[in-house]
């Protein structure tokens, strides 16, 4: 699940690094974007289509390439 490069660039340029930028955030964004990828997965082999409505997901996804650590579970 790709981001959006160019708009997570102009975020940072405009109100700066992610705060939650350490280990640990990177290593909860890498976790949480492999349990998100592989529950595209499953759902395109099933013919499902699914989106992300709200939440900090798609915000902080969309934004900043960057999930926030406020939180250290994801659900689906």
């Given at each position: 699940?790709?981001?959006?490069?160019h708009q997570a660039a102009k975020f940072q340029k405009e109100f700066g690094p992610a705060k939650d930028?350490?280990?640990d955030a990177k290593q909860f964004?890498?976790?949480a974007h492999d349990v998100?990828?592989?529950a595209k997965t499953?759902?395109?082999?099933l013919?499902?289509?699914f989106w992300i409505s709200s939440g900090t997901c798609l915000g902080e996804w969309h934004s900043r390439c960057?999930?926030?650590m406020?939180?250290?579970?994801?659900c689906i």
């Open positions: 699940m790709d981001c959006d490069q930028d350490d280990d964004t890498q976790a998100l990828s592989a499953v759902l395109d082999e013919g499902i289509r960057f999930l926030n406020c939180t250290t579970k994801t």
